[in-house]
């Protein structure tokens, strides 16, 4: 098994930053690519950003050159750098780890962003 703790959430105005962090602990070696979801009430979750075990990023289009993913493989943590945040941001980020050998992912228990007008 695989647990994710996220934090770094907080209220910030917007044009602000903020950085999340998702350390993993657990069997390591069932994980592959990590990444960070993200849920605003009355929306379904959805992909913020990935990063794969070989340092592979890919972002959503909303977030492409304000966020940067980067991982720590030595201390087991990922990252989410978000600047020029803007309201529409404002949900709760989820960490996720993709299981290698199986379709299947762990979760974290999430982080609150809110970015304020």
């Known amino acids: 098994q695989v647990q994710l703790v996220e934090s770094g959430g907080d209220l910030v105005q917007a044009g602000g930053s903020l950085r999340l962090s998702c350390v993993a602990s657990g069997n390591m070696f069932l994980i592959n690519a990590m990444g960070w979801y993200r849920q605003a009430p009355g929306k379904e979750r959805e992909l913020v950003a990935t990063?794969?075990?070989?340092?592979?990023?890919d972002y959503a289009d909303s977030v492409k050159g304000r966020f940067t993913i980067s991982r720590n493989s030595a201390k087991n943590t990922v990252y989410l750098q978000m600047n020029s945040l803007k309201p529409d941001d404002t949900a709760v980020y989820y960490c996720?780890?993709?299981?290698?050998?199986?379709?299947?992912?762990?979760w974290g228990q999430g982080t609150q962003v809110t970015v304020s007008s």
């Open positions: 996720n780890a993709k299981n290698r050998f199986l379709p299947t992912s762990y």
């Open positions: 990063v794969t075990s070989g340092g592979n990023t």
